[in-house]
């Protein structure tokens, strides 16, 4: 007779006695802190550096009366406005509020986008991966990692805001209108933080998320817009856009913090309603579930070209649609460049502004030198659209059918260039389409995109090194944002930062002929496109050399 030994009863772990819905909200704040402590140092030293080199042009204002009058000149015209915001203090335009007009719109821009990438980067992208579920597991509240993520991006936009203030302090402007700027940036930034939690309950993918963030950040960016060219100090449209609250603060002219508080209203009212639409979703899902799809594909969508195209499609549109509005909006102002320059046209301030030559052309080339880097950026996001799948595993599914590995790589990366190359010539030729529209036929609308075109090498390159670096380390494929952060510092600071021309041909960007005020470098095209050739092979031949990650 043998003897049976009993197996241990199991035991059912306790539940956690006195936990909340934010029970180890601590616990991810701490996490996400040393998980990205490397770029929230970067960021939280940029903006501040960006100040400290912006200074020597401005304090150089003070000793110049008729550069002063100038300036604001140029600040309070219609095509100026645009690009900057309503122009407050333009009857004393001294380093204040020069700073507060002429920095306030893209700064909000740089650190909106930061909270939103980094708010859906640690909400609807953990549960994508499905890390968060291994998380909750754990004693972690359900609306923990909403409240951590949002935390994390607040603290970040203060110590930007306190960093900030600190440095034009230094320069000896007033602190509390420092901070009043400043603080009013960090607190628009934050609304757009705000929004990326709210989309990342509606949606059920990460690019879902980002993209609906980025079209509301659009979208009111072209609202407030409209708003201030309108009439001077902008209407109650320039009211509904975060960005619009942060210029009405008036700071160094007339500071007041009114319109911080509304800021601070729409975030908590926010921050609720993204809790609200976390409860009442299922955890890993989408408020806005996606349809079902055929039972069995059709024929054109069984390969993978296909799929590389299904999965960015939605992206393309959203991007193409809201940058085509935005630079449409931006050309219609082209017209008004000339009568600015009957006014102004034998001073050498304003020259040194727009640049020589002109003005219309100069200003027409900054539509187009924008609309690029907005092709550059989405190229980068599509290119590693690739390492997203490989992470999630799902690149280990495609290639265990007969797909080779070019194949499926070379579909990603044939899909990435042409989206790239739409929302370059869609926004190249949405900005000529305004310039046209409204009476100007010089330079043509040809011309305009002509020289738009002209920037397909330098995105072949920024595509191209995306794709060698993702192929090669694909834990060092944020290194391609580097090489185009590079590139936009040196298209628009290289003249204040006084950059020498050997670190400057480092960009691709800066190789790009200008066809609008000269003859086409051939050479310099020829090169981009021979460099981009190079990358694209190396990209084949490390993708074939090394392992692809399994789960």
């Given at each position: 007779?043998?003897a049976?030994?009993?197996?241990?009863?199991?035991?059912?772990?306790?539940?956690?006695?006195?936990?909340?819905?934010l029970?180890?909200?601590?616990?991810?704040?701490?996490?996400?802190?040393?998980?990205?402590?490397?770029?929230?140092v970067v960021w939280?030293?940029?903006?501040?550096?960006?100040y400290?080199?912006?200074?020597?042009e401005?304090?150089?204002?003070?000793?110049?009366?008729?550069g002063?009058?100038?300036?604001?000149?140029?600040?309070?015209?219609p095509?100026?406005?645009?690009?900057?915001?309503?122009?407050?203090?333009?009857?004393?335009?001294?380093v204040?509020?020069a700073?507060?007009?002429?920095?306030?719109?893209?700064?909000?821009?740089a650190l909106?986008?930061?909270?939103?990438?980094q708010?859906?980067?640690?909400?609807?992208?953990?549960e994508?991966?499905?890390?968060?579920?291994?998380?909750r597991?754990?004693?972690?509240g359900?609306?923990?990692?909403?409240?951590?993520?949002?935390?994390?991006?607040?603290?970040v936009?203060?110590?930007?805001?306190?960093?900030?203030?600190?440095?034009?302090?230094?320069?000896?402007?007033?602190?509390?209108?420092?901070?009043?700027?400043?603080?009013?940036?960090?607190?628009?930034?934050?609304?757009?933080?705000?929004?990326a939690?709210?989309a990342a309950?509606?949606?059920?993918?990460?690019r879902g998320?980002?993209?609906?963030?980025?079209a509301?950040?659009?979208?009111?960016?072209?609202?407030?817009?409209?708003?201030n060219?309108?009439?001077?100090g902008?209407?109650w449209?320039?009211?509904?856009?975060?960005?619009?609250?942060?210029?009405?603060?008036r700071?160094?002219?007339?500071?007041?913090w009114?319109?911080a508080?509304?800021?601070?209203?729409?975030?908590?009212?926010?921050?609720?309603?993204?809790?609200?639409?976390?409860?009442?979703?299922d955890?890993?899902a989408?408020?806005?579930?996606d349809?079902?799809?055929?039972?069995d594909?059709?024929?054109?969508?069984?390969?993978?070209?296909?799929?590389a195209?299904?999965?960015?499609?939605?992206?393309?549109?959203?991007?193409?649609?809201?940058?085509g509005?935005?630079?449409?909006?931006?050309?219609?102002?082209?017209?008004?460049?000339?009568?600015?320059?009957k006014?102004?046209q034998?001073?050498?301030?304003?020259?040194s502004?727009?640049?020589?030559?002109?003005?219309?052309?100069?200003?027409?080339r900054?539509?187009?030198?924008?609309?690029?880097l907005?092709?550059?950026?989405?190229?980068?996001?599509?290119?590693?659209?690739a390492?997203a799948?490989?992470?999630?595993?799902?690149?280990e599914y495609v290639?265990?059918?007969?797909?080779?590995?070019?194949?499926?790589?070379?579909?990603?990366?044939?899909?990435?260039s042409?989206?790239?190359?739409?929302v370059?010539?869609v926004?190249?030729?949405?900005?000529?389409?305004?310039?046209?529209?409204?009476?100007?036929?010089?330079?043509?609308?040809?011309?305009?995109?002509?020289?738009?075109?002209l920037?397909l090498?330098?995105?072949?390159?920024?595509?191209?090194?995306?794709a060698?670096?993702?192929?090669?380390?694909?834990?060092?494929?944020?290194?391609?944002?580097?090489?185009?952060?590079?590139?936009?510092?040196?298209?628009?600071?290289?003249?204040?930062?006084?950059?020498?021309?050997?670190?400057?041909?480092?960009?691709?960007?800066?190789?790009v002929?200008?066809?609008?005020?000269?003859?086409?470098?051939?050479?310099?095209?020829?090169?981009?496109c021979?460099?981009?050739?190079?990358?694209?092979v190396?990209?084949?031949?490390?993708?074939?050399?090394?392992?692809?990650?399994t789960r």
């Open positions: 007779m043998s049976v030994t009993a197996a241990p009863p199991l035991h059912r772990a306790e539940p956690v006695r006195g936990g909340t819905t029970t180890g909200t601590w616990s991810l704040v701490r996490f996400i802190l040393r998980r990205d402590r490397v770029r929230l939280s030293l940029g903006i501040p550096l960006l400290l080199g912006s200074l020597p401005y304090t150089t204002m003070l000793d110049d009366s008729e002063q009058a100038v300036r604001a000149a140029l600040v309070s015209s095509a100026m406005v645009a690009m900057t915001g309503p122009g407050y203090g333009t009857d004393d335009y001294t204040g509020p700073l507060a007009n002429e920095l306030t719109l893209w700064v909000v821009i909106a986008v930061m909270s939103i990438l708010v859906v980067r640690h909400t609807r992208a953990e994508e991966s499905s890390r968060s579920e291994l998380v597991a754990a004693a972690v359900r609306h923990a990692a909403v409240v951590a993520a949002l935390f994390v991006v607040l603290v936009n203060a110590v930007i805001a306190v960093l900030s203030a600190a440095v034009l302090a230094a320069a000896d402007l007033d602190l509390t209108d420092a901070l009043g700027m400043t603080g009013g940036i960090a607190v628009a930034a934050l609304t757009y933080g705000a929004v939690l709210v309950q509606v949606t059920e993918h990460s998320a980002t993209g609906l963030s980025m509301v950040l659009g979208a009111t960016f072209t609202v407030g817009t409209v708003g060219m309108q009439e001077p902008g209407t449209l320039s009211w509904l856009s975060p960005i619009g609250w942060a210029q009405q603060m700071a160094f002219v007339d500071l007041r009114w319109p508080a509304i800021g601070v209203v729409v975030i908590v009212l926010l921050l609720l309603a993204a809790s609200s639409l976390a409860s009442r979703r955890f890993g989408g408020l806005v579930p349809r079902p799809g055929r039972a594909a059709l024929d054109s969508l069984r390969s993978p070209g296909a799929l195209w299904v999965q960015q499609r939605m992206a393309l549109l959203w991007t193409g649609l809201g940058l509005i935005m630079w449409l909006a931006m050309g219609t102002v082209a017209s008004d460049v000339p009568e600015l320059t006014t102004l034998d001073n050498p301030v304003y020259a502004v727009l640049g020589a030559g002109d003005p219309v052309a100069g200003f027409l900054i539509i187009v030198l924008y609309a690029a907005g092709a550059a950026v989405y190229g980068i996001v599509a290119m590693l659209r390492k799948e490989e992470d999630a595993g799902r690149a290639l265990a059918t007969p797909v080779a590995r070019g194949r499926w790589f070379g579909a990603t990366l044939g899909i990435s042409a989206a790239t190359v739409v370059l010539v926004g190249v030729a949405a900005g000529a389409a305004g310039a046209v529209f409204t009476g100007l036929s010089d330079p043509s609308f040809g011309a305009i995109l002509g020289a738009g075109l920037y090498p330098a995105l072949a390159v920024f595509v191209g090194f995306t060698a670096v993702y192929a090669w380390a694909p834990r060092a494929a944020s290194v391609s944002w580097v090489l185009l952060e590079w590139a936009i510092v040196v298209a628009l600071f290289a003249g204040l930062f006084h950059i020498p021309e050997w670190a400057q041909k480092i960009s691709p960007f800066w190789w002929p200008d066809s609008l005020s000269g003859d086409v470098d051939r050479g310099h095209v020829g090169g981009l021979a460099v981009a050739l190079v990358l694209v190396l990209a084949f031949v490390g993708f074939r050399r090394r392992d692809v990650a």
